[in-house]
């Protein structure tokens, strides 16, 4: 695989994973909870844990291509700031869309 495709897998992967935690109700798409809806924080832990998920697919692909390069504090600040925004589709589909709910039918007596 060439570099170039493996950036736009990894920006894909990405992109998939800041919106999984938006876009259902189970704990990263897989563990179905016991509550009816997620709460805001277990979403946003679930981001915080996707973006190292995503990072380590791309750390496996630098890898394939060669030496890895050194990473200080402003790379995790920058990509960090990437997911976040690779996240706004899920968030406002989640949080800011109005949507329409079926209405509960009554139980028959």
């Known amino acids: ?4 495709a493996s950036v736009w897998l990894v920006l894909g992967v ?3 994973a800041a919106n999984l935690p ?3 109700e ?3 798409g ?3 909870l016991s509550t009816r809806t997620k709460s805001l924080a277990i979403r946003l ?3 915080v844990l996707l973006y190292f998920v995503a990072g380590g ?3 496996l692909f630098e890898r394939r291509v060669g030496q890895i390069a050194p990473q200080g504090w402003e790379f995790y600040t920058v990509t960090g700031a990437l997911f976040v925004v690779l996240a706004f589709p899920g968030f406002t ?3 800011l869309m109005k949507h329409r709910h079926a209405p509960v039918m009554a139980e028959p007596a």
């Not at 695989?1 to 170039?4: E, L």
């Open 22 to 24: 938006f876009l259902n």
């Open 1 to 4: 695989m060439s570099q170039s």
């Open 14 to 16: 990405a992109l998939l």
């Open 30 to 32: 897989l563990v179905p």
């Open 93 to 95: 589909w989640r949080y």
């Open 57 to 59: 697919i791309g750390l």
């Open 45 to 47: 832990a679930e981001l």
């Open 26 to 28: 189970r704990l990263l």
